[in-house]
């Protein structure tokens, strides 16, 4: 178990870590979501060792690990670019930390053998990485963090830098090959569907500070305030403001009927956060209210379409299937359902999420 | 289907002109000479490879191209490990780099006769600080009439003028290697040596390769500094191929063999040249790079 107790980390004045508290253990993938500079990267360091927090402590199973230099941590840690020793071939990569731990060569001949056959390189072990598609250089230093059976494993967004297809499959593998070595293992993205499909927990990162950590699936259906759901939505979040009277909200110059969600609030100004998937071309439910946008840009992805389109003095994003191809500056209908709102007080705190029924 | 245009000559046509005025013309002026015997009034004889033949069975030649041999191949091991490890002493980042990089600059800014010069008043026993102090330290140093002295003074002069060019190539290529790899080193617990040979050094091989080659044709191609210093001497010890060369065409007048001369000295620059690259480019192809 890691622990994470009111880590700061202040570099040339400025907070680049505030008041991180966390708690992570080996039964689950733990991701780190964030944009970029979020404070990703900066976590990941000190949690490996190689930067010293400014203040605050950190337990690993209990002990404090403050001031254990990183070569003593027993951490592994793979990164955005494809690292490796370019002078080496792929077997003496893979056992290069081995190597340093004075490991024994037969034991090490079996280790190095495990973690290529586990990350399926046996076949590249003579070559140098030089020799190997980016895909594959991947796997080396995966490989790498593997044989070494560190106790933390950092990957911070290992998968960015490969192509569509190799992400899919690294991503399924990942959290199943270092969970049978009882590693924690903590995984940096900067994209929210990343996270959905690696599932485990999630810790919603955002200008240095830990805004929300949980169950992923509980994260992103219930986000503490405006800036989690933000963070963890892609495409971006819609967010209005609105003026909730009575069973009525105010949207610009629109009336909508309340969700049934919303019927405890109280009268005042929310925020409301819309999915982009939420918004629809055609009316789904009786709730369904029709709207007027004008078109900015419509965007094809292969089977859905993005709709860039100005409502109510905001720049939205849909989300619909289909392939729909719209004009800039074209009038088109459509279609909001209040169910589906998530609504923030003026301070960005949730005030209410839609029902689980209805996302 | 390919469609001609001919226009393309206009832009052709001056680079053409400059580069036949430049090189082509002059060079084949030399390869008239050196086939050729003269007496003056314009008249000339064939004389065939008379002229080549006489400077390759020279020993004075074969002295001369020792020499430069001898000094490239000094140089060359002083100044590429120098200059690596001054590049590996330097700051990545911060204000210091600046100051660094203009402190490594300012040697290449100074023209070869200045250098030569600077030297060869440092170095005198009466004025210069240099052969003043290790006059005075009991140290008999005379680049006037010692070889071996004015071997010292002409490859410290070279190091010092030059090692900063390998330093300032080895600098480049360090600070493009990624922080990750060092912090991976880190992590891994790779001492500083084990960091040098693997990361470090593999990522240098390109710069490096260029630094060797144009500190070799560049040192192969010395002429100024022993010139200034001791014109050759003491006796003929500082003649290389390129003092020679000037002898004999300006000093003597022999232009038919200093025109042999010139165009051996140029064929083995180019060999040389080219054996260097050959070779290093080989290993470099050995280790392929198919995916990057």
């Known amino acids: 178990m890691l ?17 991180v508290n966390l708690t992570l253990s080996n039964n689950a993938i733990n991701i780190l979501l964030g944009p970029t500079l979020s404070g990703k990267t900066t976590l990941m360091r000190v949690m490996a060792g190689l930067d010293r927090p400014s203040s605050g402590d950190i337990l690993f199973n209990g002990e404090s690990v403050i001031g254990v230099p990183v070569q003593k941590r027993n951490v592994a840690m793979v990164y955005q670019q494809f690292i490796n020793y370019p002078s080496l071939t792929v077997f003496e990569n893979i056992a290069s930390p081995l190597r ?14 495990r973690a290529a056959a586990m990350l399926q390189i046996t076949d590249l072990l003579d070559r140098t990485p030089e020799q190997l598609s980016g895909g594959q250089q991947q796997r080396v230093a995966l490989a790498r963090a593997l044989a070494k ?45 990343e996270a959905l499909l690696l599932a485990g927990k999630t810790a919603v990162m955002h200008e240095g500070r830990v805004r929300q950590f949980g169950t992923t699936i509980e994260v992103f259906n219930n986000p ?8 963890f939505s892609d495409p971006p979040l819609n967010i209005g403001t609105v003026t909730k009277m009575g069973a009525l909200l105010n949207l610009g110059e629109y009336s909508l009927p309340l969700g049934s969600q919303a019927n405890d609030l109280t009268d005042t100004e929310y925020q409301v956060g819309i999915r982009p998937h939420n918004i629809s071309l055609n009316r789904d439910g009786e709730n369904s ?12 992805t292969g089977s859905e379409s993005f709709i860039h389109f100005h409502f109510a003095d905001c720049h939205w994003v849909a989300l619909v299937h289909g392939i729909h191809i719209f004009g800039q500056g074209e009038e088109i209908q459509l279609y909001l359902n209040p169910e589906t709102f998530y609504f923030f007080y003026r301070d960005g705190k949730l005030a209410q999420a839609p029902e689980d029924s209805i996302r | 289907m390919k469609r001609w245009n001919n226009k393309a000559w206009l832009l052709v046509v001056p680079m053409l002109a400059l580069v036949a005025f430049s090189a082509v013309i002059p060079l084949m002026t030399v390869v008239n000479y050196s086939v050729q015997d003269s007496f003056g009034n314009n008249e000339f004889f064939w004389v065939g490879t008379e002229w080549f033949q006489e400077v390759l069975r020279s020993e004075r030649f074969h002295n001369a191209l020792l ?7 000094i140089v060359l091991v002083i100044e590429i490990p120098l200059g690596i490890a001054v590049a590996l002493c330097m700051p990545r980042r911060g204000p210091m780099v600046s100051v660094c990089l203009v402190l490594m600059a300012l040697p290449l800014l100074i023209p070869w006769n200045v250098v030569g010069t600077i030297w060869q ?61 060092y912090q991976a080193a880190r992590i891994d617990g790779a001492s500083r040596w084990a960091v040098f040979l693997n990361i470090q050094l593999p990522r240098l091989k390109r710069v490096l390769l260029i630094a060797i080659l144009l500190r070799f044709m560049d040192s192969f191609m010395i002429y100024t500094e022993p010139f200034v210093l001791t014109g050759g001497g003491p006796g003929n010890s500082t003649t290389f191929l390129s003092i020679d060369l000037v002898q004999m065409a300006i000093g003597q007048f022999d232009l038919g063999p200093a025109a042999a001369m010139s165009l051996v000295y140029f064929l083995i620059i180019l060999l040389l040249s080219w054996i260097f690259y050959t070779i290093m480019t080989s290993t470099d192809d050995a280790a392929g790079s198919p995916g990057s």
């Open chain 1, 224 to 231: 503490r305030d405006i800036t989690a759901a933000r963070v």
């Open chain 1, 289 to 300: 209210v029709e709207i007027l946008g004008t078109v900015t840009v419509s965007e094809i």
């Open chain 1, 100 to 113: 340093v731990l004075k490991v024994d060569s037969r034991s090490i001949i079996k280790k190095v053998q």
């Open chain 1, 149 to 193: 059976r560190a106790k933390l494993v950092l990957l911070d967004e290992p998968l960015a830098n490969l192509d569509y297809k190799l992400r899919e499959e690294l991503r399924s593998d990942l959290p199943k090959l270092f969970s049978e070595q009882g590693a924690i293992l903590v995984y940096a993205t900067t994209e929210p569907i």
């Open chain 2, 67 to 73: 020499r430069n041999l001898a000094f490239s191949g």
């Open chain 2, 121 to 181: 008043i440092f170095g005198r026993a009466d004025i210069g600080l240099l052969g003043y102090s290790l006059a005075g330290a009991g140290l008999d140093y005379n680049y006037a009439q010692n070889p071996l002295d004015a071997w010292f003074t002409i490859i410290l002069m070279d190091v010092w003028h030059w090692t900063s060019l390998v330093v300032l190539l080895c600098y480049s290529g360090l600070v493009a290697v990624p922080d990750a790899y």
């Open chain 1, 3 to 19: 622990e994470l107790i009111q880590v700061n980390k202040v570099v040339d004045g400025e907070a680049t870590l505030e008041d």
